[in-house]
């Protein structure tokens, strides 16, 4: 079998985003970052195929300009074979479409069985790239995958998930399929120091977007972005000694004050 | 311009959502046709529903896997009703389901796709957007200029208003063999409660709450208001609720009218998931925790006596 898994490099979610003097980029110096951590999910649930069927290899897979390949090494410090970074150094496809279509070239090309998306990256939370890239190859997609069951004889490959109001679905398709990662499929593994060392030896395929027959216009611009700003009042009401008076107050001021209560 | 709305149905009805996105296909329409497809069962009471908030036309499809949600059949559903409604705009709930279906419509009808978005106006043929990002922290302004363009809508950004309208609905044919995913079995959870993502009050638990025996104290007092009820990634990380209830940047994002925050001291990735709601409470007993430097109101104090006391006032002075 051989697996894919799309991985994006993103602001560790504990970052302070602040933004670049253009107003359309954010401040990358002052943050560190990490692999999005539902593709963590993704990869380890590759490995763990992998694992139980001999001969299957598994690829990381992504896409932007020449710094972003540090998560490539992390998915392979995890333990994948073989790592892919198409390289757009002028993000002429980061419009989610077009970053689907590219990567939906690659996957062609190399005729994987699986391929797996994190549900989203959380860098944009475009939530697209995924479900784009199954239609784009016309196959089976499959997302907000808890469990994922691989039958390598029949092909067939079944996915239990949860889905809005926590009704439980169980949904199967036909390799090839693409599969994006939920929170819960699996305890991801941290990258070894033995790992990390192999690593260093494992292959990046360079491939450049201007290689790729994918047309790059995009319909989507982006204007600006601005950081939120809430005014929050702060009222802050004493509870320690008299908690029913408290929440008396507190009762109070939701509905005469506020009035986000009958 | 001709707006598609994908209205989504739950236990037979509407949902909030789908009735939020009908008005405002209804404001951007500007004497364009507004289509309702149901990602659902057809029901009379649905199609009234559709009718009442202003969709023109309904379309829907008759078969099992749309019965059991299968996203990949309420998308060929969606892409024939595109055609069939010459639609130059569909606008998704900003749901798990609706931006699936954004996501493989933008690949299907190659145009640009902005996924839960806060507003959206238009501009000539161009739709203009803001949608947050890291999960919060910064807000795009985007311009989708394709022949076509898709949003999907955050639930409770825009108010549902009634606009009535006489409607027909139309059962559109579905190819069964097209369908590359089945769906074998859906179960239904019993929903006591509103939907996290769309409800009016959220009250969550977190560390405080010091493990999943005692959230029955958080739950009396949702029923109480009405509330959904969520959990830090704390408290879902311990494995003490759901990963289902998680509100925070690996979690949903919520902006309900108000949020409760019960022992929950404030991480910046809880905040990206709650942080745009309009009023918010903390109760913690931590006078020092973050979370009071970003909420409306706070009690500090102990949660298992303060929540216990609202239960009850609120039982006394209301119902």
């Given at each position: 079998m051989k697996i894919i898994c799309c991985i994006k490099h993103v602001p560790d979610t504990n970052a302070q985003i602040q933004l670049a003097a253009d107003k359309k980029n954010i401040n990358r110096d002052t943050i560190s970052y990490v692999m999005s951590p539902y593709d963590e999910f993704a990869v380890e649930e590759a490995l763990r195929i992998r694992e139980k069927n001999p001969g299957t290899t598994v690829a990381v897979m992504t896409l932007g300009p020449e710094r972003v390949d540090q998560v490539l090494r992390t998915g392979l410090a995890m333990g994948a074979d073989e790592a892919i970074h198409i390289l757009d150094s002028n993000n002429a496809a980061s419009d989610p479409l077009l970053t689907a279509k590219c990567l939906a070239q690659v996957i062609k090309a190399g005729n994987y069985d699986i391929v797996f998306c994190g549900r989203q990256a959380v860098d944009n939370d475009a939530f697209q790239v995924g479900s784009a890239i199954a239609v784009t190859l016309d196959i089976g997609g499959i997302t907000l995958a808890g469990k994922v069951t691989v039958d390598g004889a029949t092909k067939k490959v079944t996915v239990e998930r949860v889905i809005e109001g926590g009704s439980k679905q169980t949904i199967s398709g036909k390799m090839p399929v693409l599969i994006t990662a939920q929170k819960g499929l699996n305890e991801p593994r941290f990258a070894s120091l033995p790992g990390i060392m192999k690593a260093k030896s494992k292959p990046v395929v360079k491939k450049n977007v201007s290689e790729l027959s994918v047309d790059l216009t995009s319909r989507m611009t982006l204007e600006s972005l601005e950081i939120p700003t809430y005014e929050r009042k702060k009222h802050i009401i004493r509870g320690e000694q008299d908690g029913k008076a408290a929440a008396k107050e507190l009762l109070n001021l939701l509905r005469t004050e506020a009035k986000v209560l009958e | 311009m001709n707006v598609l709305v994908v209205a989504e149905i739950s236990n037979g009805k509407v949902k909030r959502a789908a009735l939020e996105a009908l008005t405002l296909a209804g404001s951007l329409s500007s004497g364009g046709i507004v289509t309702a497809v149901l990602a659902g069962p057809f029901n009379p009471e649905a199609q009234n529903t559709l009718a009442r908030y202003g969709a023109k036309n309904i379309f829907y499809a008759e078969h099992d896997q749309i019965q059991k949600q299968n996203p990949e059949a309420i998308f060929e559903l969606v892409k024939a009703s595109f055609k069939e409604a010459k639609s130059e705009l569909i606008l998704l709930s900003a749901s798990f389901l609706g931006k699936e279906l954004g996501g493989r419509l933008s690949a299907a009808l190659n145009a640009p796709l902005a996924n839960d978005c806060i507003q959206v106006k238009s501009s000539g043929s161009d739709i203009l957007v803001r949608r947050p990002m890291y999960a919060g922290k910064v807000i795009a302004n985007l311009k989708l200029s394709g022949s076509a363009n898709i949003v999907s809508v955050r639930p409770n950004a825009y108010t549902a208003k009634e606009n009535s309208q006489t409607a027909s609905a139309k059962k559109l044919a579905l190819d069964?063999?097209?369908?590359?995913?089945?769906?074998?079995?859906l179960e239904s959870a019993?929903?006591?409660?509103?939907?996290l993502t769309e409800a009016d009050i959220v009250v969550s638990g977190g560390r405080g709450m010091r493990g999943p025996e005692n959230y029955h104290i958080i739950e009396a007092f949702a029923d109480k208001i009405g509330a959904a009820v969520g959990a830090s990634r704390a408290a879902v990380d311990a494995g003490w609720r759901p990963h289902s209830d998680q509100v925070g940047q690996t979690g949903k994002v919520v902006s309900p009218k108000l949020y409760i925050a019960c022992g929950i001291s404030g991480a910046i990735q809880h905040f990206a998931g709650m942080g745009s709601s309009k009023c918010i409470v903390a109760i913690n007993k931590d006078a020092e925790a973050s979370i009071f430097k970003k909420c409306d109101y706070g009690i500090v104090g102990d949660l298992f006596e303060i929540v216990p006391f609202l239960t009850e006032e609120v039982s006394n002075s209301h119902f």
């Amino acid at each position: 079998m051989k697996i894919i898994c799309c991985i994006k490099h993103v602001p560790d979610t504990n970052a302070q985003i602040q933004l670049a003097a253009d107003k359309k980029n954010i401040n990358r110096d002052t943050i560190s970052y990490v692999m999005s951590p539902y593709d963590e999910f993704a990869v380890e649930e590759a490995l763990r195929i992998r694992e139980k069927n001999p001969g299957t290899t598994v690829a990381v897979m992504t896409l932007g300009p020449e710094r972003v390949d540090q998560v490539l090494r992390t998915g392979l410090a995890m333990g994948a074979d073989e790592a892919i970074h198409i390289l757009d150094s002028n993000n002429a496809a980061s419009d989610p479409l077009l970053t689907a279509k590219c990567l939906a070239q690659v996957i062609k090309a190399g005729n994987y069985d699986i391929v797996f998306c994190g549900r989203q990256a959380v860098d944009n939370d475009a939530f697209q790239v995924g479900s784009a890239i199954a239609v784009t190859l016309d196959i089976g997609g499959i997302t907000l995958a808890g469990k994922v069951t691989v039958d390598g004889a029949t092909k067939k490959v079944t996915v239990e998930r949860v889905i809005e109001g926590g009704s439980k679905q169980t949904i199967s398709g036909k390799m090839p399929v693409l599969i994006t990662a939920q929170k819960g499929l699996n305890e991801p593994r941290f990258a070894s120091l033995p790992g990390i060392m192999k690593a260093k030896s494992k292959p990046v395929v360079k491939k450049n977007v201007s290689e790729l027959s994918v047309d790059l216009t995009s319909r989507m611009t982006l204007e600006s972005l601005e950081i939120p700003t809430y005014e929050r009042k702060k009222h802050i009401i004493r509870g320690e000694q008299d908690g029913k008076a408290a929440a008396k107050e507190l009762l109070n001021l939701l509905r005469t004050e506020a009035k986000v209560l009958e | 311009m001709n707006v598609l709305v994908v209205a989504e149905i739950s236990n037979g009805k509407v949902k909030r959502a789908a009735l939020e996105a009908l008005t405002l296909a209804g404001s951007l329409s500007s004497g364009g046709i507004v289509t309702a497809v149901l990602a659902g069962p057809f029901n009379p009471e649905a199609q009234n529903t559709l009718a009442r908030y202003g969709a023109k036309n309904i379309f829907y499809a008759e078969h099992d896997q749309i019965q059991k949600q299968n996203p990949e059949a309420i998308f060929e559903l969606v892409k024939a009703s595109f055609k069939e409604a010459k639609s130059e705009l569909i606008l998704l709930s900003a749901s798990f389901l609706g931006k699936e279906l954004g996501g493989r419509l933008s690949a299907a009808l190659n145009a640009p796709l902005a996924n839960d978005c806060i507003q959206v106006k238009s501009s000539g043929s161009d739709i203009l957007v803001r949608r947050p990002m890291y999960a919060g922290k910064v807000i795009a302004n985007l311009k989708l200029s394709g022949s076509a363009n898709i949003v999907s809508v955050r639930p409770n950004a825009y108010t549902a208003k009634e606009n009535s309208q006489t409607a027909s609905a139309k059962k559109l044919a579905l190819d069964n063999a097209a369908l590359k995913t089945q769906v074998e079995s859906l179960e239904s959870a019993q929903q006591k409660r509103p939907e996290l993502t769309e409800a009016d009050i959220v009250v969550s638990g977190g560390r405080g709450m010091r493990g999943p025996e005692n959230y029955h104290i958080i739950e009396a007092f949702a029923d109480k208001i009405g509330a959904a009820v969520g959990a830090s990634r704390a408290a879902v990380d311990a494995g003490w609720r759901p990963h289902s209830d998680q509100v925070g940047q690996t979690g949903k994002v919520v902006s309900p009218k108000l949020y409760i925050a019960c022992g929950i001291s404030g991480a910046i990735q809880h905040f990206a998931g709650m942080g745009s709601s309009k009023c918010i409470v903390a109760i913690n007993k931590d006078a020092e925790a973050s979370i009071f430097k970003k909420c409306d109101y706070g009690i500090v104090g102990d949660l298992f006596e303060i929540v216990p006391f609202l239960t009850e006032e609120v039982s006394n002075s209301h119902f």
